[in-house]
């Protein structure tokens, strides 16, 4: 790999990574302002700050992509099937977590699927409970 090449990816991977500890501590934030914020300890995180989770998990993935394609870019050549590898398999991840938490986010909410709430809820059995498991 020539030397701007190499640049070229250790900023992406740097930039991807800052990009990742801000919005993982925006996560945690809003994740503990909605636990705190619960009227009882059975019940769900509500809105605002579950619109804003699923909004921050919208953002996270594709910088977890960033990182990792510039560490792959960055993996010696004898070892760079395995980081391969590994950035396939947080494609599919995020293929999967992008699609379940864009139905959550949008799809849930629109008034044409109130009659299937089941499909959108984080009790088993639903599909983005499943989905949730196998990304």
Do not use: K, N
């Amino acid at each position: 790999m020539d030397c701007r090449a190499a640049r070229l990816a250790c900023l992406v991977s740097f930039r991807s990574a800052v990009l990742l500890v801000c919005l993982q501590v925006a996560y945690a934030v809003m994740l503990t302002s909605g636990l705190l914020a619960r009227v009882a300890p059975d019940r769900p995180i509500g809105d605002p700050y579950f619109t804003r989770m699923e909004g921050l998990v919208l953002a996270i993935m594709p910088a977890m992509i960033c990182f990792a394609a510039g560490v792959h870019a960055l993996t010696e050549p004898q070892r760079r099937v395995f980081s391969l590898a590994a950035l396939v398999f947080l494609a599919v991840a995020t293929a999967i977590t992008l699609s379940e938490h864009g139905a959550i986010l949008f799809l849930s909410r629109d008034p044409a699927f109130a009659g299937v709430a089941h499909v959108f809820a984080f009790e088993w059995p639903s599909v983005v409970y499943l989905l949730d498991v196998l990304a």
